[in-house]
T-cell receptor, first 112, second 113 residues
Framework: GQQLNQSPQSMFIQEGEDVSMNCTSS?????WLWYKQDPGEGPVLLIA?????ELTSNGRLTAQFGITRKDSFLNISASIPSDVGIYFC????????????FGTGTQLKVEL | DSGVTQTPKHLITATGQRVTLRCSPR?????VYWYQQSLDQGLQFLIQ???????AKGNILERFSAQQFPDLHSELNLSSLELGDSALYFC????????????FGPGTRLTVL
C-alpha cells in the first residue's frame, strides 16, 4: 500500500530555532499536503504542493515537493511556542475518489 | 475554524451498543470524508461521499456504515461496538474542483467501555 513515513518521530527544540522534517514514500505521489494537529483538535491544512520540485511558503513555513515525487519536506523558521503540535504529511490514495493517506506524524515540542 | 462541524464532541458508551456521529461540511463542499484516528493505527481513511453518493471506501469495518443526506450533512453509524473502536473520528470536507486539500472538523472522541 501507499505508506508515508515521517522523520523525525518527535523533536524538542528551543524557541527561535529552525525546524526541518520530512516525509517519504515507496510510491509516487502527485500531490503532497502538510497538516498540523493541535491536541484535541482536527488536522489543519498548512500547505499543498502539486508539482515535483515545487517550493511553497505559508508565513514561516516552507514545504517542498521532492524531485523524485516520493518525498516532501517541511521547514519552520524561527519556531515559536504555538508551533507545538503534530505535523502530518498526506497524499491522495490511488484507486478513485479523493481519499488521503497520512504519514506517521512528527511531534514538535518547543522549549521556551 | 475550518467550517466543518461535528457532533457530539465526546461520546461514552458500552460494548455492543450503536452510535451515530454527525458531520456538517463547509458551505459549498460536496465531498465528505470520514477518518478514524487511534494511537496504534494513526489517521485512517474510512469512507468518502460525494453529493450523496458513496465515492470511495477504505478499511471500514462491516459494522460501520455512513450516508450523506440531500442537505449534504453526513452521519457515520457504528454498531456492535467493541473496546477497540475507541478512537477519534474526524469528518472532513472538500470542494473537489479546488484540489485534494481537505478541511477537518474538530472530531468526535468515542470511548467504548
Amino acid at each position: 500500500g501507499q505508506q508515508l513515513n515521517q522523520s523525525p518521530q518527535s523533536m524538542f527544540i528551543q524557541e527561535g530555532e529552525d525546524v526541518s522534517m520530512n516525509c517519504t514514500s515507496s510510491s509516487i505521489f502527485n500531490t503532497w499536503l502538510w497538516y498540523k494537529q493541535d491536541p484535541g483538535e482536527g488536522p489543519v491544512l498548512l500547505i499543498a504542493l502539486y508539482k515535483a520540485g515545487e517550493l511553497t511558503s505559508n508565513g514561516r513555513l516552507t514545504a517542498q515537493f521532492g524531485i523524485t515525487r516520493k518525498d516532501s519536506f517541511l521547514n519552520i523558521s524561527a519556531s515559536i511556542p504555538s508551533d507545538v503540535g503534530i505535523y502530518f504529511c498526506a497524499g491522495p490514495i490511488t484507486g478513485g475518489g479523493n481519499k488521503l493517506t497520512f504519514g506517521t506524524g512528527t511531534q514538535l515540542k518547543v522549549e521556551l | 475554524d475550518s467550517g466543518v462541524t461535528q457532533t457530539p464532541k465526546h461520546l461514552i458508551t458500552a460494548t455492543g451498543q450503536r452510535v451515530t456521529l454527525r458531520c456538517s461540511p463547509r458551505s459549498g463542499d460536496l465531498s465528505v470524508y470520514w477518518y478514524q484516528q487511534s494511537l496504534d493505527q494513526g489517521l485512517q481513511f474510512l469512507i468518502q461521499y460525494y453529493n450523496g453518493e458513496e465515492r470511495a471506501k477504505g478499511n471500514i469495518l462491516e459494522r460501520f456504515s455512513a450516508q450523506q443526506f440531500p442537505d449534504l450533512h453526513s452521519e457515520l453509524n457504528l454498531s456492535s461496538l467493541e473496546l477497540g473502536d475507541s478512537a477519534l473520528y474526524f469528518c472532513a470536507s472538500s470542494d473537489r474542483d479546488r484540489g485534494p486539500g481537505q478541511f477537518f472538523g474538530p472530531g468526535t472522541r468515542l470511548t467504548v467501555l
